[in-house]
């Protein structure tokens, strides 16, 4: 690999964790803003409570799946686009 690939190769890892960060993230604050739904709707006496451990770690579990597709996906895109440019570049 040469500088430029080796520097693509960088930039591609960046921006997967970037994306696995981000997906992560929002992920975990539709749980919490869930859970939160939840418990206010059962103080409220209109709902059955949730337990907090359970309700977190499924939700936990589903943002560490999502964050880990996506991020997969977009280091996926950049080793075609690595590919491509090295391809191109041998012509």
Same mark, same amino acid.
């Given at each position: 690999? @040469?500088? /430029? #690939?080796?520097?693509?190769? /960088?930039?591609?890892?960046?921006?997967?964790? +970037?994306?696995? @960060?981000?997906?992560?993230?929002?992920?975990? $604050?539709?749980?919490? &803003?869930?859970?939160?739904? #939840? *418990?206010?709707? *059962?103080?409220?006496?209109?709902?059955?409570? +949730?337990?907090?451990?359970?309700?977190? $770690? &499924?939700?936990?579990?589903? *943002?560490?799946?999502? !964050?880990?597709?996506? !991020?997969?996906? +977009?280091?996926?895109?950049?080793?075609?686009?690595?590919?491509?440019? &090295?391809?191109? !570049? $041998? &012509?």
């Amino acid at each position: 690999m @040469n500088r /430029i #690939e080796t520097r693509l190769l /960088i930039l591609w890892f960046a921006l997967a964790f +970037v994306v696995w @960060n981000g997906v992560y993230d929002m992920r975990m $604050h539709d749980t919490v &803003r869930g859970y939160l739904v #939840e *418990a206010t709707r *059962a103080q409220a006496g209109l709902g059955a409570g +949730v337990d907090l451990r359970q309700y977190l $770690h &499924r939700g936990q579990v589903d *943002a560490i799946a999502f !964050s880990f597709a996506w !991020s997969l996906g +977009v280091f996926l895109a950049g080793m075609a686009t690595m590919q491509t440019y &090295r391809r191109a !570049s $041998h &012509r």
